[in-house]
C-alpha cells in the first residue's frame, strides 16, 4: 500500500502552526483565516428539497459563503414564493452567487442524473451535494403500517437520496475534483421517539445514515467526502407550533426537513 499522506490546508499554515510560524518571522502580518477555511469560493452545488424548509436553509448559506451556484432541486414545477425572494436576497449580497431552481422528482433516478450533467456542462464543475429532500405520512400503527404508504416514504427519503447523491457523484467524478455529499438523515435514524407512530420515516434515516457510512467508503479514493447529518426538531416554515414539541414534526405531514 502507498503510504499514507497527511493533507495540507490550502491555506497553511493555519491555527497555532501560523502562530509558530510568525514567532519565527517577526515580519510576518498575522492575517485571520477562519472564515476564509469556511468560504465556498466559486463551487457549485446541489440541495433537493431545495425549494422550502431546511433545504433552502442550507443553499442559501452556501451562497452567502460565496458558491457559484447552488442548483435546487423539488417536486413544485414553479418555486416557492420564499424561495424567489430568498434568490433575490442572494443577488442582492453582490458576491456573484446564484440560486437556481430545477423542478424534478427525486424517485426519477434517470432525471436527476440527466439535470446534473446539465449543470455540469453550464458550470463545469460540481463540488457539493445535499441531500435533504424527504416525507413524512401519516402516523400509522406499525403492525397495520399500509404497503403502498411505507414504500413511498422509502422511494423518496432512501431511493432518492441515493439518486440524488449519484446525480450528483458522477460529476464530481467526471471533473476529477473531489467534493462533499451530505446526506440528510434524522436522529430517528439512531433513535426513536416516543408517541411517533413514524416506523417509516425512523427506518428510512435509518438506512440513510447506513447509505452515507457505505459511500464514503467507496468514494473516499477519489476525494468524495460522503457525510450525514441527523437533525433534530426544527422550526421552518414548513411546520407551526400548535401545542407542544412533540406535535412539531407531525403538523404538516406532506414534505419534513427536520
Not at 491555506?11 to 469556511?38: C, H, M, R, S, Y
Not at 417536486?75 to 449580497?93: D, G, M, Q, R, Y
Not at 457539493?128 to 401519516?138: E, N, P, S, T, Y
Amino acid at each position: 500500500m502507498p503510504p499514507v499522506v497527511q493533507s495540507v490546508s490550502r491555506l497553511a499554515p493555519i491555527g497555532v502552526n501560523a502562530a509558530l510560524e510568525a514567532a519565527q518571522n517577526p515580519n510576518t502580518q498575522p492575517k485571520p483565516k477562519i472564515f476564509d477555511e469556511f468560504a465556498l469560493n466559486d463551487r457549485v452545488g446541489i440541495v433537493s428539497g431545495g425549494n422550502r424548509g431546511l433545504g433552502l436553509e442550507m443553499a442559501l448559506a452556501m451562497c452567502e459563503a460565496g458558491a457559484r451556484a447552488i442548483y435546487c432541486f423539488d417536486l413544485p414545477s414553479t418555486p416557492s414564493e420564499e424561495w424567489t425572494k430568498a434568490a433575490a436576497f442572494v443577488k442582492k449580497i453582490g458576491n456573484n452567487s446564484r440560486l437556481e431552481y430545477v423542478s424534478v422528482d427525486v424517485r426519477d433516478q434517470q432525471r436527476l442524473w440527466d439535470e446534473a450533467r446539465k449543470i455540469g456542462d453550464r458550470e463545469q464543475r460540481m463540488d457539493v451535494c445535499v441531500a435533504a429532500a424527504g416525507i413524512l405520512k401519516q402516523p400509522v400503527d406499525c403492525l397495520v403500517y399500509p404497503a403502498k404508504q411505507f414504500e413511498d416514504v422509502l422511494d423518496v427519503n432512501v431511493n432518492g437520496v441515493l439518486y440524488t447523491a449519484q446525480a450528483a457523484g458522477q460529476q464530481m467524478r467526471r471533473f476529477n475534483n473531489g467534493g462533499s455529499i451530505i446526506l440528510i438523515a434524522s436522529m430517528s435514524g439512531s433513535i426513536t421517539n416516543m408517541g411517533h407512530a413514524c416506523t417509516s420515516y425512523n427506518t428510512s434515516k435509518s438506512a440513510v445514515l447506513q447509505m452515507a457510512r457505505s459511500m464514503a467508503c467507496e468514494l473516499g479514493k477519489e476525494r468524495i467526502r460522503v457525510n450525514s447529518l441527523s437533525p433534530g426538531y426544527i422550526y421552518t416554515s414548513y411546520v407551526y407550533l400548535p401545542h407542544s414539541i412533540p406535535n412539531l414534526c407531525l403538523s404538516r405531514l406532506h414534505i419534513e426537513h427536520c
